[in-house]
């Protein structure tokens, strides 16, 4: 027959049935799903010929019942026909069976909003079996709801996919939820962090650093204080990255080679994430930054500013123009390259690069997929392939992206 379902109890089947008819008569619920063995199937069937005309039942049987897979797929079947019968509470009762069985009913439907119980007994037999009649229930909490498990793993695979903003969400929800005071001050803590990786991801680099400053040692003194190595682990390492950013603060509006590998280490992420497109065109703009952080580094000048030829470079005034109004890759590396040809300098950056852009060498067949790219003049994609094959060929330049950033 058909009834409502608004309760549905998942159980667990052993060989005794006392403690399953206690379940039943303290949850009260609509419909029944058993997961039992092929031992204690039985024990199912009578408990569906007692109570069949009040409840609804479905049973799910396991061939092995200490095979913590297959119990596993068995109990997440188990919640889909709960769902499927538009359940509005769903128990989940481990009291019966193996403890495997147990193990594995908690691993599949924790976090699933599942209540957990358990039949105990303040008397017991000689075998550890509670006693008939001093049958008692509890209610067990979930220890993903407890922890913010959910929350925790969510956090943790955004931050390992860059997804800095899913990552502050997943912390809102976390902060959320009941915490201990020192709980509050690491979550806290830890959301300010993201919220500067999520800054510097996006290149602004001086309110990420202001933002470490303020979160990243206070969430690195709670991880120790709980000696929790993983988060000491990542917290430690971003000290280390937070110094390379304060390298860049320091030449702010410069081109430098701190700002050149972090621009190239953005690259890496946004490939990392599938962002071909976008990652190919940071590659772009690096030759670029490469020139221009190397002539700087030896000259102080800056080829597009006439302000930083000094006296010793005003006969070369000239090219400040012409690096100004060069319509694209090509032609700076010309400029650049000539540049350091008045100059008397021979074999630099800019002068190889040039010359392999209009020689026999590989840039300018590399460069090709960017600039038949949407995202340039074109309406090409832009595959996997095209990206690595340019940035392995840069890292033959000695351009090298700053590492990585730790995960979780």
Same mark, same amino acid.
């Given at each position: 027959?058909?009834?409502?379902?608004?309760?549905?109890?998942? !159980?667990?089947?052993?060989?005794?049935?006392?403690?399953?008819?206690?379940?039943?008569?303290?949850?009260?619920?609509?419909?029944?799903?058993?997961?039992?063995?092929?031992?204690?199937?039985?024990?199912?069937?009578?408990?569906?010929?007692?109570? #069949?005309?009040?409840?609804?039942?479905?049973?799910?049987?396991?061939?092995?019942?200490?095979?913590?897979?297959?119990?596993?797929?068995?109990?997440?079947?188990?919640?889909?026909?709960? !769902?499927? %019968?538009?359940?509005?509470?769903?128990?989940?009762?481990?009291?019966?069976?193996?403890?495997?069985?147990?193990?594995?009913?908690?691993?599949?439907?924790?976090?699933?909003?599942?209540?957990?119980?358990?039949?105990? #007994?303040?008397?017991?037999?000689?075998? #550890?079996?509670?006693?008939?009649?001093?049958?008692?229930?509890?209610?067990?909490?979930?220890?993903? $709801?407890?922890?913010?498990?959910?929350? %925790? +793993? *969510?956090?943790?695979?955004?931050?390992?996919?860059?997804?800095?903003?899913?990552? $502050?969400?997943?912390?809102?929800?976390?902060?959320?939820?009941?915490?201990?005071?020192?709980?509050?001050?690491?979550?806290?803590?830890?959301?300010?962090?993201?919220?500067?990786?999520?800054?510097?991801?996006?290149?602004?680099?001086?309110?990420?650093?202001?933002?470490?400053?303020?979160?990243?040692?206070?969430?690195?003194?709670?991880?120790?204080? %709980?000696?929790? *190595?993983?988060?000491?682990?990542?917290?430690?390492?971003?000290? +280390?990255?937070? &110094?390379?950013?304060?390298?860049?603060? +320091?030449?702010?509006?410069?081109?430098?080679?701190?700002?050149?590998?972090?621009?190239?280490?953005? &690259?890496?992420?946004? &490939?990392?994430?599938?962002?071909?497109?976008?990652?190919?065109?940071?590659?772009?703009?690096?030759?670029?930054? /490469?020139?221009?952080?190397?002539?700087?580094?030896?000259? #102080?000048? !800056?080829?597009?500013?006439?302000?930083?030829?000094?006296?010793?470079?005003?006969?070369?005034?000239?090219? /400040?123009?012409?690096?100004?109004?060069?319509?694209?890759?090509?032609?700076?590396?010309?400029?650049?390259?000539?540049?350091?040809?008045?100059?008397?300098?021979?074999?630099?950056?800019? $002068?190889?690069?040039?010359?392999?852009?209009?020689?026999?060498?590989?840039?300018?067949?590399?460069? &090709?997929?960017?600039? $038949?790219?949407?995202?340039?003049?074109?309406?090409?994609?832009?595959?996997?392939?095209?990206?690595?094959?340019?940035?392995?060929?840069?890292?033959?330049?000695?351009?090298?992206?700053?590492?990585? %950033?730790?995960?979780?």
């Amino acid at each position: 027959m058909e009834t409502q379902t608004h309760k549905v109890l998942i !159980l667990t089947v052993g060989q005794t049935l006392e403690p399953l008819e206690f379940s039943l008569s303290e949850h009260t619920p609509e419909g029944v799903i058993f997961v039992a063995s092929q031992g204690s199937q039985p024990v199912a069937g009578e408990l569906v010929r007692r109570y #069949g005309d009040a409840l609804r039942f479905h049973t799910l049987l396991l061939d092995d019942p200490e095979d913590m897979g297959e119990i596993f797929r068995k109990a997440r079947e188990a919640l889909r026909k709960a !769902l499927e %019968w538009e359940a509005r509470v769903i128990v989940a009762d481990i009291t019966g069976g193996t403890k495997t069985m147990a193990a594995g009913a908690v691993l599949a439907l924790s976090g699933q909003g599942v209540t957990f119980s358990y039949v105990g #007994g303040a008397k017991r037999d000689d075998k #550890g079996r509670v006693v008939s009649g001093s049958e008692q229930m509890r209610l067990l909490e979930d220890p993903t $709801q407890r922890y913010g498990l959910r929350e %925790w +793993e *969510g956090f943790r695979r955004a931050w390992n996919q860059c997804d800095y903003r899913a990552a $502050q969400e997943f912390l809102s929800e976390l902060l959320a939820r009941p915490l201990t005071p020192s709980e509050l001050r690491f979550y806290g803590h830890l959301k300010g962090v993201t919220e500067a990786m999520l800054d510097w991801d996006l290149f602004r680099h001086k309110a990420a650093g202001e933002k470490l400053k303020e979160h990243l040692e206070p969430a690195l003194a709670a991880a120790e204080a %709980w000696g929790h *190595g993983a988060k000491v682990r990542v917290l430690q390492a971003l000290k +280390e990255a937070e &110094a390379r950013l304060s390298q860049i603060q +320091e030449k702010e509006g410069k081109p430098n080679t701190a700002l050149l590998s972090d621009l190239l280490a953005n &690259a890496e992420r946004r &490939a990392a994430r599938g962002r071909f497109d976008d990652a190919l065109a940071r590659l772009y703009r690096a030759i670029e930054m /490469a020139i221009e952080a190397d002539i700087f580094e030896r000259t #102080g000048v !800056l080829l597009d500013d006439e302000k930083t030829f000094t006296e010793a470079y005003k006969e070369h005034l000239s090219f /400040a123009k012409r690096y100004q109004e060069a319509s694209g890759l090509r032609e700076a590396l010309s400029v650049a390259a000539g540049f350091d040809g008045a100059l008397g300098a021979t074999n630099t950056l800019a $002068q190889r690069l040039y010359a392999e852009y209009t020689g026999k060498g590989q840039l300018g067949s590399l460069l &090709a997929a960017r600039n $038949q790219s949407i995202l340039a003049h074109g309406h090409q994609p832009v595959s996997e392939a095209h990206y690595t094959n340019l940035r392995d060929y840069l890292r033959g330049f000695g351009l090298e992206p700053a590492p990585a %950033w730790p995960n979780w």
